[in-house]
């Protein structure tokens, strides 16, 4: 194993000081003096419905008022993956709270009691809120225009239905596989909606200038997906790229929730109306569960086969999504759980349909684990139980079918190194499977329960990433990345790669947060793609930092590149033990010769990585022939939960988790994933979910009635794994594991339910209400 | 979030003041106190009024008392001014018990008792505590002074007997004469701060008289006589608990909400009885546990 | 528009106000305090907490124009020349993610550690439970609380 310096070592992180002290910028901070106007929106109050008139003329008389904008100021799309939505909404809304019009003030007070007097005439058309109404027969259509969107060429819309993306994939026999099997299950699974609940709510700054130049601040994972974005929209105005600058201060959190262009596109473009004002724009908390991304609710239609032994023959899983009212960035969600719908398994004969459907509810959009919590709350209930209903053990039956390096995924290509099986192996250990938990509480019974889980970055396969990296006199670094520290610790681990090739201490490498203009592009902070994607990247750069070092010393001192390495801020050489050059005696300044001239210069690193094996061009029937995701990562869960049989609380008692890192860069920092993807996985199933009225009016917008968890509602241990089977072209070996912590959540607790109770739920969320009203039924019976 | 509405402020340093600035602003006026409700009524449009009088800075509101025999609280009293007073906790545990189970410390160190009870939400955690202590609230208006039982006073939802013109005082209560012990149960959706789904005060004494109030399973907390009368003078047996619980159904009648549905309301208040009675039961014969933890945490 | 004259973090301050401002707002905006953050402006979350007199609070739930004399510390405040024990301890233990939820917390265990020097688990998970955080599952921030009262000599 090589001995590493800087990789693999709980480093603290380089943020720390900052965020402690207060000192800590975040988007809201920022003060932008007497010229900053404040835009507050008008809402729709109605879930679909046609505008007829929309009457600003009390707000405009409204002293301070600046400026009223409807739809008719900006009749342009936006999208990330499919343009199916406007800034304002034209002619039609089709959720309930979506942006109809703004007013601009001098003041928040004044601009909301501007938008109190806007008067919007709407006439109603039928709402279709769940998407299995959505693809009925003769239902309302919500997007009749669908043919004409521009979209990215791996989609395949229906037009002239609901179905926006219908993602098919198909491998082996399925009649065959189903013909083999001695056993076959089918059931229905179903997930409702989840909201993010970063606890900075979104936030953004347009400032146009005389010159016509566009800065927006935002509170952002995606600093250059949105400058594209923008430019993509506005470019009716004649605004390009170089034109639109992005600038992101620390963000409060994101889980999704903050990529790609939800409200920010707001304050850019009022921003563009408003010469030489800044226009900022922050969404109230309700605001924030009303109109952003939101997790999608699924139905899925789960139907498997196996064999006596426990060998999977045959999958057909049917998901159906509830993707809301634009899918622009919700549709992508669809197609990369309907490319991984088989789980973390071996599965010959496989059918897999995951099919995008808009309904009158807000957009869907990447929240922390892209779809695949909620397609593996079903398959990994199902396995459970097929398991147990063919008397085999469940830990057995994972074993036994666990797909393994060089098996085939869903659409055909070789599944990469990874460490299925240990994960299983150490779960189980750690969790002491074997043991007999017994409450001793007569109210109290206690369950078991287990889940695995995959998962894979869903991206274009020409996403991608690069750095730029320059040496100070000192030797100190400033590492110039566009990835956003939205909490992992992305700029610490970044440090520590840079710090590793060029043997400088991370402590002296300074990673700020991103600026369009200055730093270099990042497609976004999403799919745990950064530590893999942007790793390689800022490796590159160190790397070409170290060659022009390395170079440079050959240059001046005639001593062969092979012989000489980096090491504590000093070029050293193997054969000359006595060599010692500081970095910092010429990393800027150059080395002087004896003629009193100087070699060398400023050290500069550039790196850039892009996949160039990926491809989304499979069939569109079958999925089969391209190279869609780069890798996935896989991991194991398992808990110990304590139920009171006649209330229906729940407590995990003890829960471990072990995660194939490839390499742990960090290991704590991937700990600290653990810990909190777990608590905000038991929060999706134990209490949180979003609840709509018959008119698609969220009853729950804020923290009292959308319950997170809490400093009470923490589990009583959590155990961290770490597998490290390496990602062979990840840096060091690493790949992602942001999002996955959180997936094994929901199965294991219905899992741990049915194990306690023997009652099988197959409803998100699994609250003690619906615990204990299933119990009190299954024993009246 | 910026607030569409304003309004005048007033901030009196007695009670005479307060109470003239309310006879002079009518019903235009509202009381603000810990303003952890008012703050959020006035920025969600759901309060608009044109005057605000702070009666924090009020120095001359009686003093609290308290003592195992009778309590006192005035109406500067805060959650947490309850919930740090050792000698409250030891003589009266369901209110203390009550008072802890209201959201979290920096609400607790501002909200107030007399607040709380003035908001008469149908949740209001100290309620059953106040009905099973048969309590007193003491209000005055500037024609004098008056007292109101607890029974007296909540009318519907929001809806208290104290009148427009009148400010609370302070509560008392005058514990029950022979040994007695008491015990809050609150059921929340999870451990963490949360709006009751149900609340049970249970108050016993050595004598084998029971007390038991509900809150958050009706449009007002409410005293369960009817099966406080099945209980009264017996010792508590498995059957006497199953009677009383039998006779849940016809008592509660709680609603389906965001909170909760109906049937689990109904549920857990058979859950709570039971448990309740049988944990003031022990707590009566000096057993101490954390009652946080007899629903399953 | 009103005068109010208060403390903030030791320095005597006066400024004007309209009454319905909140001590959040005005502290943010007028008072260049920016720690104390938004994050549900209901009392909810818990990340505008500042100490009052010693106390915690939910700034998004106060008038500022309430706060005539009052004492007002922010994590500016704490932080100073030198940071706390406490908060070298939440560095040591990663006790943070995105961060946002960080000045809420640490005014919140700083008025619990100062009321009782060695709490025991329950007891910071009672102290904390109103200040939300998303990212770090809390554990992270138990044990640095443990960790600085440890330090604290007994």
């Known amino acids: 194993m090589t001995d590493y310096r800087y990789i693999g070592k709980s480093i603290t992180r380089i943020d720390g000081r900052e965020k402690i002290s207060g000192a800590a910028v975040y988007t809201d901070d920022i003060d932008f003096g007497a010229n900053l106007l404040y835009a507050e929106i008008v809402s729709s109050t109605v879930a679909h419905a046609l505008i007829l008139n929309i009457d600003t003329s009390e707000a405009e008389k409204l002293e301070g008022v600046v400026k009223v904008f409807t739809g008719k100021d900006f009749p342009y799309k936006f999208g990330l993956y499919m343009k199916d939505r406007y800034i304002f909404a034209q002619d039609k809304v089709r959720f309930y709270g979506e942006q109809v019009a703004a007013v601009v003030a001098r003041t928040p007070q004044i601009a909301k009691m501007g938008a109190e007097l806007v008067k919007v005439e709407y006439q109603e058309l039928p709402a279709v809120l769940d998407q299995m109404e959505a693809l009925a027969e003769g239902a309302t259509i919500l997007h009749p225009d669908l043919g004409d969107y521009p979209h990215v060429p791996w989609f395949f819309p229906k037009p002239g239905t609901n179905v926006a993306h219908w993602r098919k994939t198909r491998r082996g026999d399925l009649e065959n596989g189903f013909a083999e099997a001695d056993h076959i299950y089918e059931e229905t699974y179903e997930v409702p909606r989840y909201a993010h609940c970063a606890i900075e709510t979104h936030v953004a700054i347009g400032k146009f200038d005389y010159s016509g130049r566009l800065t927006v601040w935002s509170s952002s994972q995606s600093p250059h997906t949105q400058r594209n974005l923008f430019a993509e929209a506005l470019a009716p105005m004649g605004l390009s790229q170089k034109d639109i600058r992005v600038i992101t201060p620390h963000v409060g959190g994101g889980f999704g929730g903050k990529a790609g262009v939800t409200m920010e596109i707001l304050p850019a473009a009022l921003a563009t109306k408003l010469r030489g004002y800044a226009v900022k724009l922050r969404w109230t908390r309700e605001q924030e569960f009303i109109n952003t991304y939101q997790r999608l609710g699924v139905v899925a239609k789960l139907k498997l086969g196996v064999k006596k032994d426990g060998t999977i023959t045959a999958l057909d899983h049917k998901i159906y999504w509830d993707a809301g009212a634009y899918v622009e960035y919700g549709a992508n969600v669809v197609n990369a759980v309907g490319l991984s719908a088989i789980g973390p398994y071996r599965i010959p004969n496989v059918s897999i349909d995951s099919v995008c459907i808009y309904t009158n509810l807000p957009p869907g959009g990447a929240y922390r684990g892209f779809g695949y919590s909620e397609m593996l709350f079903g398959l990994e209930s199902h396995i459970t139980t097929i398991a147990r209903q063919i008397g085999m053990d469940e830990i057995e039956f994972r074993r036994k079918n666990a797909i393994l390096e060089g098996d085939k995924t869903a659409y055909g290509a070789a599944m990469n190194p990874n460490g299925l099986l240990e994960a299983i192996d150490k779960v189980t250990k750690a969790i002491e499977w074997d043991k007999e938990y017994k409450s001793t509480d007569p109210n109290k019974v206690i369950g078991k329960g287990f889940s695995l889980f995959w998962k894979a970055p869903a991206m274009p396969p020409n996403a991608s990433s690069s750095a730029f990296l320059k040496f100070n006199e000192d030797a100190s670094i400033n590492l110039i990345i566009s990835g956003m520290d939205i909490g992992q610790g992305y700029q610490t681990v970044m440090a520590q790669i840079a710090a590793e090739v060029l043997g400088v201490d991370p402590s002296k490498i300074r990673v700020e947060t991103p600026d369009t203009d200055r730093n270099p592009y990042e497609w976004q902070t999403v799919a745990s793609h950064i530590t893999w994607s942007s790793g390689n990247a800022v490796k590159k750069a160190a790397i070409d930092a170290r060659d022009q070092i390395l170079a440079l010393v050959e240059r001046v001192y005639h001593m062969s590149q092979d012989s000489l390495y980096l090491e504590d801020e000093a070029v050293k050489c193997h054969n000359q033990a006595s060599f010692n050059l500081p970095l910092r005696s010429f990393v800027v300044e150059g080395i002087a010769t004896k003629d009193g001239s100087y070699r060398g210069g400023p050290i500069n690193g550039r790196g850039m990585f892009m996949p160039e094996f990926s491809s989304a061009s499979g069939d569109p029937d079958t999925s089969q022939g391209g190279h869609p995701n780069v890798h996935y990562t896989v991991g194991a869960g398992a808990l110990i939960l304590e139920i009171d049989k006649d209330t229906g609380k729940m407590k995990v008692l003890k829960a471990a988790e072990a995660i194939d890192a490839g390499k742990a860069l960090n290991p704590d920092l991937i700990k600290g994933q653990i810990t909190g993807g777990l608590l905000q996985g038991l929060a999706t199933v134990l209490y949180e979910d979003m609840r709509y009225d018959d008119k698609g009016r969220l009853l729950n917008p804020n923290f009292t009635d959308y319950k997170i968890p809490t400093a009470m509602d923490v589990p009583d241990e959590i155990i961290p794994i770490i597998i490290e089977v390496p990602q062979p072209d990840g840096p060091y070996g690493a790949r992602g594991v942001g999002e996955h912590t959180m997936l094994p959540a929901a199965p294991m607790i219905a899992n741990a339910v049915e194990n306690a109770l023997g009652i099988r739920i197959r409803s998100m969320p699994i609250t003690a209400e619906k615990v204990a009203m299933a119990y009190k039924k299954h024993r009246e019976q | ?297 | 528009m009103a005068k109010v004259k208060l403390t903030l973090n030791n320095e005597t301050r006066t400024i004007d106000v309209e009454p319905c401002e909140t001590l959040l707002d005005v502290l943010r905006d007028k008072l260049g305090m920016k720690s104390p953050k938004c994050g549900c402006d209901r009392g909810d979350c818990g990340a505008c907490a500042v100490l009052i007199d010693g106390k915690s609070v939910r700034s998004c739930l106060i008038f500022a124009i309430e706060c005539e004399g009052q004492h007002i510390t922010t994590l500016e405040g704490i932080s100073g020349d030198q940071l706390s024990i406490l908060q070298e301890a939440f560095i040591e233990f990663n006790s943070f993610q995105c961060g946002y939820c960080a000045p809420g917390v640490i005014i919140s265990a700083t008025e619990l550690l100062k009321s009782n020097p060695h709490p025991n688990l329950e007891e910071i998970k009672e102290a904390l439970s109103g200040n939300l955080c998303r990212c770090t599952g809390y554990q992270p921030i138990f044990d640095a609380i443990l960790k600085a009262s440890k330090e604290t000599k007994k």
């Open chain 2, 1 to 297: 979030m910026a607030f569409s509405h304003s309004f005048e402020y007033f901030r009196p340093g007695t009670l005479a003041e307060a109470l003239s600035l309310l006879d002079q602003y009518k019903g235009d006026a509202r009381l603000l106190a810990g303003g952890t409700d008012l703050a959020v009524h006035i920025k969600e449009n759901m309060a608009t009024p044109p005057v605000v009088i702070d009666v924090k800075r009020v120095t001359d509101f009686p003093g609290s008392r308290v003592s195992p025999k009778a309590l006192y609280l005035n109406a500067s009293t805060t959650f947490s001014d309850i919930v740090n007073h050792a000698d409250l906790r030891k003589a009266y545990p369901m209110l203390w018990e009550a008072a802890r189970s209201v959201a979290s410390v920096g609400i607790r160190n501002r909200a107030t008792l007399a607040g709380n009870i003035c908001s008469a939400v149908p949740s209001l955690d100290v309620a059953p505590a106040l009905l099973c202590y048969d309590a007193i609230v003491h209000v005055a208006s500037s024609s004098g002074t008056r007292e109101i039982s607890i029974h007296d006073w909540f009318i519907s939802p929001r809806k208290t007997a104290c009148l427009g013109t009148e400010i609370m005082l302070g509560i008392s209560i005058t514990a029950p004469a022979v040994k007695h012990s008491g015990i809050y149960l609150k059921q929340g959706r999870y451990r963490g701060e949360d709006l009751a789904q149900a609340g049970l005060g249970v108050l016993i004494t050595s004598d084998l008289q029971y007390r038991l109030a509900y809150c958050a399973v009706g449009p007002i907390p409410f005293r369960a006589r009817a099966i406080e009368a099945v209980l009264n003078g017996k010792v508590l047996t498995a059957e006497l608990i199953s009677s009383a619980k039998a006779m849940v159904q016809d008592t509660v009648h709680p609603i389906t909400d965001i909170r909760s549905s109906k049937e689990y309301r109904l549920h857990i208040c058979e859950v709570m009885l039971e448990r309740g009675l049988k944990a003031v039961e022990q707590r009566l014969n000096g057993a101490e546990f954390d009652s946080a933890e007899i629903l399953g945490g």
